[in-house]
T-cell receptor
Framework: GQQLNQSPQSMFIQEGEDVSMNCTSS?????WLWYKQDPGEGPVLLIA?????ELTSNGRLTAQFGITRKDSFLNISASIPSDVGIYFC?????????????FGKGITLSVRP | KAGVTQTPRYLIKTRGQQVTLSCSPI?????VSWYQQTPGQGLQFLFE???????NKGNFPGRFSGRQFSNSRSEMNVSTLELGDSALYLC????????????FGPGTRLTVT
């Protein structure tokens, strides 16, 4: 089946540093999404990407939809302590009703003050 | 507008028992999706309900079932619980089936002993 690969499982950075996370797949996806999950809460959508090559920003977050449609990256600039959490990528093949999301296993980000 | 609510938040069950989890979507949302989250497998899609009909199903055994009521509230049932069913069960609501505007609840933490 379709799988999304995120590695490493954990990342540790210093406050103020930039960090980049990759998500790769052997399958093509037509939509890529990035979510963040805080402890004790459900994931929250950060950025959605709809077209190969698309580069989208949301504040200090920037994400890109890979040209091959098999990968995406998320970049966080000037990290702050509240960036701590689990970051998931998700992909979708079809659009519209009856489509479903495939999630990566997530990367746990720790930010040292 | 109230967010997605899930009850109970925590549950401890014994192997062989069954369990029912509840999800109340955001008012006006008609689609509810269920996910299982474990450290080893990440977020895995269970099923989606829209207008009281199951629209999509993941690769889980028949012990996992769900339903949706006319007020869009949804329940998920797991019968003959196994230790491996211990997980965080998340539901997500969206206005329509296939919408990317999915809002997750805080989840129900199920522990099977």
């Amino acid at each position: 089946g379709q799988q999304l690969n995120q590695s490493p499982q954990s990342m540790f950075i210093q406050e103020g540093e930039d960090v980049s996370m990759n998500c790769t797949s052997s399958s093509i996806f037509n939509t890529w999404l990035w979510y963040k999950q805080d402890p004790g809460e459900g994931p929250v959508l950060l950025i959605a990407l709809y077209k190969a090559g698309e580069l989208t920003s949301n504040g200090r977050l920037t994400a890109q939809f890979g040209i091959t449609r098999k990968d995406s990256f998320l970049n966080i600039s000037a990290s702050i302590p509240s960036d701590v959490g689990i970051y998931f990528c998700a992909g979708r093949v079809n659009t519209g009703a009856n489509s479903k999301l495939t999630f990566g296993k997530g990367i746990t980000l720790s930010v040292r003050p | 507008k109230a967010g997605v609510t899930q009850t109970p938040r925590y549950l401890i069950k014994t192997r062989g028992q069954q369990v029912t989890l509840s999800c109340s979507p955001i008012s006006g949302h008609r689609s509810v999706s269920w996910y299982q989250q474990t450290p080893g497998q990440g977020l895995q899609f269970l099923f989606e309900y829209f207008s009281e009909t199951q629209r999509n199903k993941g690769n889980f055994p028949g012990r996992f079932s769900g339903r949706q009521f006319s007020n869009s509230r949804s329940e998920m049932n797991v019968s003959t619980l196994e230790l491996g069913d211990s997980a965080l069960y998340l539901c997500a609501s969206s206005p329509t089936s296939g919408s990317l505007s999915q809002y997750f609840g805080p989840g129900t933490r199920l522990t099977v002993t």
